[in-house]
Structures are given as C-alpha cells and as structure tokens.
C-alpha cells in the first residue's frame, strides 16, 4: 500500500531547502563523506545527496546505511544519486536520476513514496520530465565544472530564468557554483542550489556551509 502522506511530507522538507550539497569522495580533499556529512548538517543544511559512482554496490549500501542513519537522526532529506533500489534499501527520502537513468514514469512506479529528482539541461528535457512526473528537477550546468567528466556545454546562469520560468516543480541549480559566483544565480531566482566542491575542497566546510546559505537568503 502506497503511503502517499510519506512523499507528501518530504515535498514539504524539500521546499525548505536552499543549499543542496552532493558528494564527491574523490574531490573531498583526502577527507572521507562521513566528514562531509557531518560538516552539512553542522553548517544547517536540510538535505544532503550521496553521490558515488565508483563504489561497488555493498561498499555503496553500506555507506547509505550510515548516512541514512546520521540523516534520521538529523531531521535531513537523504537523496541517493542514479541508483532507485540503494534508495530503497535504505529507506533514503528520495533518488536523482540523469538523462541516462531509469525513466521518471518507470522509477515512480518501483518507489512511489520517493521524492524523484532529474538533471535537466534544456528546456524541452526539464518539461520532459516535470510531465512525467518529477518532484524537483537540476538545472545545469550554470558554470564550467569538474565534478562530471564529458561535459563540454554550459547553460550560464541565464538559462536559471528561461528554463525555470517554463517549469512549476521547484528546482535546483548546479554546476560550477561558488561563493565568488552564486550571487549571479541568486539573482536570477536560484533558491535551491547544488553544490559539490564549493563545499567538499573548502578549508572549513561547516563555515562554507553557512555562508553559502547565508548567501542563497540574502
């Protein structure tokens, strides 16, 4: 039986959220995303996403155990990138799923108590999957970045209002985002931005936390 008041619940949570760090072990500065875990939730942020994409499925269910645990007893939205059934075996808040993935309507269909998140990186992909059925959709990437490999196209923080402006699920913004640049995407509307090495590579990450947040309010 579907628990719709579950899902409901954690679209409440998420439209709290400004600041939506992403992991990346391997540009954490040596550090490990425990660390990062538990400099996001000391800095105040409502969620975080695991991301890794190297690991081998128990070393990756094993460390979505431990972030599921810390979240929980934290009051934050866990996400888990790409992979619907870690989702499930954790009990994570949600899944983000890239153009590659599992297909909205499908991955619904298999954690309907889900929050689904998309990277979107066009206007015709963003409506594509708010019609399918997306909780939030990513839209980027705003800068140059190299937190993903093969990406040699940036939409520029003018795409925050001509994507964002033809979707109605909320949406987050991503790619190159730091505090030297996240007033150029607050400005044009951000309120919900994600971020990897902004936080990961910052000297103290709780601080780089809150400013960022600090900056996402105004």
Not at 153 to 180: Q, Y
């Amino acid at each position: 039986m579907v628990d719709n008041a579950t899902r409901s619940k954690r679209k409440e949570a998420f439209s709290k959220v400004d600041l939506y760090p992403v992991t990346c072990q391997r540009l954490s500065a040596g550090r490990s995303n425990l660390s990062v875990l538990q400099a996001v939730l000391k800095g105040g942020s409502r969620i975080i996403q695991l991301r890794e994409t190297d690991l081998p499925d128990r070393a990756l269910y094993k460390m979505a155990l431990d972030f599921r645990r810390i979240t929980s007893e934290a009051g934050v939205l866990l996400v888990i990138n790409d992979r619907v059934d870690i989702a499930l075996a954790v009990d994570a808040d949600g899944v983000h799923l890239g153009q590659d993935d599992l297909p909205v309507d499908i991955a619904r269909k298999l954690a309907p108590e889900l929050l689904i998140g998309v990277s979107t990186h066009s206007t015709d992909e963003a409506l594509r999957a708010q019609k399918q059925g997306a909780d939030y959709l990513n839209i980027g990437p705003i800068f140059p970045t190299n937190t993903k490999d093969g990406l040699h196209r940036f939409l520029g923080p003018d795409a925050i209002t001509e994507i964002g402006g033809k979707v109605s699920v909320p949406f987050t913004i991503m790619g190159g985002i730091n505090g030297s640049n996240i007033d150029q995407v607050v400005s044009r509307g951000a309120k919900k931005v994600a971020v990897v090495t902004a936080i990961t590579q910052a000297i103290d990450m709780e601080e780089a936390v809150r400013l960022l947040r600090q900056k996402i309010a105004g």
